[in-house]
C-alpha cells in the first residue's frame, strides 16, 4: 500500500499547482487534467472555477486562440470544452452566472458562417447546460429573446441546428417555476413562422445551407413530436410545433413562398422533401410496438390537414415534371435527358400521395394526367435508381389498391388510360436492346420485373371482377395475350432465376461456413430472404412434422417425411375455395408403408388433390395459360403441371423432390429416381429427377 505510507507518485497537476507562476495553459497542456477533475482534485476544481479562469477558458471557445502552434490552436478550445463539460458542479454554477452565459452567447454576434470546430464546441457546452442548469440557462434565454433570431440567423451551421433543436424540447426547471421555454417560443407561432419565412428566399435573403438545415430542422420537430405522442398515447398532449407545421394555413404559406414566380429551385426541393416527410408515417424499430388506433388517428388528422393545402397545388406540382433541366457533360458522355433534384422530389411526393389516397386527389392525378407524365419521364432515365424507387412504389401502391374501394379510381386509371402493361413490356424491351449493345441491363431492369409481380399478385385472385385484367382490359385482348405472353416468357424466368442466385453461389458449388466464421450460413440466410419475399405472395401452411428417415418406433408409420393436416394455402383463394373432397376436410395423409429406397417412394407416392392447396380445378395459381406448367411449392417438394382430369392441360417436364433431407442432388443417383407420372387422386402430376 504505497499510498498509505506516502510513496505514492505525485500527480503532474499537484506539481504545477505548487508552484507560484503557473499558467492556465500549462493545466491544459497537461495529459492529466480531465482525469485529475474525475477525480475531484479538490485544488484544482477551485482554480478552474474562478470567475476569471472560467471567462477565460470561454475564451477559448468563443474566439478560439491565435497561434502558428496547430497543436495550441486546435488543442486548447477542445481541452476547454471539455473541462466546462465535465460536470463539476462548482464549475458548472460557475459558468450559469449571468457574466458568463452573456459572454458565451458572443458567439451568435458573430458573421455568418461561423467556425465549425468553434461552433461544435459552443454546443457542447450550451447543450451540457440544458441538462444540468436549466433554470439559470431558461432564465437567461427567456429575458433575452433576440438570441433566438441570433440562432436562426446561424442555422447553416449544424452544431447550432442541434442546440435549437434541443431547446425546443426544453421544459424549464425541475421546480416549476420557470416557464417552459419550448412553449414560450410556440405562443403565437413566432419560431415556425420565422422558419416558414425563410423560404421567401427574395425576402429573407437566407443561404441555401441555411435552407437545407431549416428543412431538416423543420423534419425533426414533426419527428420528434410524432414520437412522443407514440410512446405517450392518450396520456400526452400534442407537440405545439407539431399542431402548427400540420396546420392547413402554414402549409399554405409555405407552398405560396416556394411556388410562386421568383420561387428558387434549392428552397422548393427542400420543402418539397419535408411534404413527403409529412405524409408518410413515421417508421418504427423492431422492437417498438405496432401503431394503435390512437396513432392512426392522430396520423389520419394530420395527413386531412396537409392535403387540404397540397391539393390546389398538385396541377403546380405537375407543370414541374414538364419542366426538364438543361443536357449536362460528364466525364462518362453527355446526358441528353437529365432527371433533376425538383422532378425527383416532385415524384417522392406522388409517391407519398398514393399511399393517403383521396377523392381530391385522385381528381387531380387522372385529370393531370400524372402517371403518363411519370413513365414518360422514366422511360428516358435508364439509370436513375431513385427516380425508379419513386416510380416502383406508386405501381405497388396502387395495383394494390382495392378496385371499389380508395384508390380504386387511381387502379383503373393506371391499367387503361396510363396503359401501364403495354409501357412496362415497351421498357423491358429498351432494356434487351441495352444488353445486346452494351452487355448490361438497364437500371431500371430490376424495378420493372417488381413492377410486373405487383401487377401478377394483383390479378392472382378466384373473384374475377377483382383481377384488373378482367375488370378493366377484358376487351383490349391483344394487350392481355401480350402481358400474358411476357409473364410467361420473362416474369418466371427472371423470378426463378432470382431464385436460384440466392440458393446457389456462381461456381454451382454450396454456400458453406468455416468454423471460424461467425456471419453464418450464407445459404440458409440467402434461402431465408428469398422465403419471406415468396410468403408476401403465397402463404403455404407447412405440416406439423418432418419424420424422413426416422426409423424410430415413436414416429408416424408411413409418413414419408409429410405428416399432419394440412392448411389450404394461396391466401388469395382459400376463403372461397374449399378444400375438394377427396382431401376430406382437413386436408390429406399417406398411409403406405415406408419405402426401402428412393425409387419405390417416387412409384408409391400420390401427392394430394389440388384442391388440399387451396387451388381450385383449372385454375392456374400464377395466372399462367393451362397448357404451361407451372411449379407448386408444397411440403416435401415442388409439383409441376399437376392439373384436374377435367382440364385438357398437358405438361412436357416436371420436377419433383422426393426427399427434403437430401441437401445435394449429388448423394442422389440419376437411377434412384425414374421420371415419369404418378396419380393424383382425381388428376395427375409428372415429375422429373432434379439429380
Known sequence: MFWKMGLSTPSTIDTILKK???????LLNDDEILQELRNQNKKLTEYLAQADTVNRLLQYIVDGHDSDDMLEKFKYPNIAAEVLTSECWPIMDAISQPDALEYLWKVMDKPAPLNPLLASFFSKVVQTLLQKEVEPLTTYLLGTPTLLFKLIGHLGTPAVMDVLLKMTGLEGGGDGRTQNL?????????LVKVLIGLFNQAESGASEAILSNTAIFLGDLVEAGRKEAIEMQAFSTPSPFLEQLTSTPILTELLDNVLSEERSAAALEYVLDFFSKLLRETERGEDEAPPTEIDGQRYGAEVKRVLVALV???KDLHALLLDAPEPLTTASGDLRVVCGNTRLQVASVFSSLV??????VEEVLIENGTFSQLFDILKDLPHNNLYHACICEIVESVTASPHDGPGGALRKHLFTETRLLYRLMEMVAQSDEMMAK???HAGFYGYLIRMGNAVQSA??????????LVTYLKDDVAQVTAWRAHVQTRLITENSRMKEGLEKPADGGEYTSGDDDDDGDWGNEAEALFTRYLNQRINLTMPDDYNVGDDSDDSDEGSYGMTGSYSTGFSNYNSDFPPSAGAGADGFSMDHPTPTDLSELSQNFRPPPLGAFGVPDGVDPFGAPSDQSTPLDVPGGEIWAAFSPDSDATASSAKMQLDPSI???SEVEDSNIPTGSVDIEGGGAIFQSSA
Open 20 to 26: 507560484d507562476d503557473f499558467t492556465l495553459e500549462e
Open 182 to 190: 419550448a412553449q414560450f417560443w410556440a405562443d403565437d407561432e413566432q
Open 312 to 314: 390546389p397545388r398538385i
Open 355 to 360: 399511399r393517403t389516397p383521396s377523392p381530391d
Open 438 to 440: 452494351e452487355k448490361t
Open 459 to 468: 390479378s392472382v385472385t378466384p373473384d374475377a371482377s377483382r383481377d384488373p
Open 663 to 665: 441437401e445435394s442432388s
